[in-house]
């Protein structure tokens, strides 16, 4: 049985869910996640009020809406209200969007992530890092032993940088994502804990 969706406002972000006996902290009550590993300065960060304006433009770049098609109505608030959302920021300006959900059962617990970047900033290292310093997050400080993601089996650049992360190619999942072009396939693709 599904869970109904959580209201978010402008300006909140959804708590995050944590396992049987953890506290959820609210996102906007955890500290911005710093990236040191990259050329100048970024940081993951809650969604700010007036972020919606520059995540909405790179968001609808012919690069990013290819993959993630055009953003949806109440983007990026409430559009996808069971996932966290982070602003990427470089040198203080929003350079993009990195999300996670993670499944509440506790059988089944883990978390899976995704993200965007500005076309502008492609090719420098910023997605891996990103990826790379929400992964540590979801494993040091929210407890998830595996993270999964799934790119398009035709996103060479993305599936590159989640396998510099540590991610491995699990399987594909035919025919699973309507794109500009038609149904493409998906790469399943996991980073385990121990790995």
């Known amino acids: 049985m599904s869970q109904p969706p959580r209201e978010v406002t402008p300006g909140t972000q959804p708590e ?28 993951l960060r809650p969604l700010a009020k007036g972020d919606e304006t520059e995540l909405k433009r790179i968001h609808s770049t012919s690069e990013v809406a290819y993959w993630w098609d055009l953003p949806a109505d109440g983007f990026p ?12 920021e470089v040198d203080g300006a ?11 059962e506790p059988r089944y617990r883990h978390a899976t992530i995704d993200l965007f ?24 400080d929210r407890g998830h032993h595996r993270i999964t993601i799934d790119p398009s089996t035709g996103n060479a650049a993305a599936i ?33 804990a121990d790995d």
């Open 16 to 43: 995050m869910q944590s396992s049987p006996g953890e506290k959820a902290l609210p996102v906007e009550e955890t500290a911005p996640l710093e990236v040191a590993d990259v050329q100048g300065s970024m940081i």
């Open 77 to 88: 608030w409430s559009d996808e209200p069971d996932s966290t959302r982070l602003t990427i």
């Open 117 to 140: 970047l500005d076309p502008a900033l492609h090719g420098c290292g910023l997605g891996t890092a990103a990826v790379r310093r929400l992964v540590r997050h979801l494993i040091e």
């Open 160 to 192: 590159r940088s989640y396998e510099k992360v540590g991610f491995r190619r699990v399987g594909v999942m035919r025919r699973y994502v309507h794109l500009q072009s038609g149904w493409q396939d998906g790469l399943l693709m996991e980073l385990l």
């Open 94 to 104: 929003v350079a993009g969007l990195i999300q996670f959900h993670e499944e509440p």
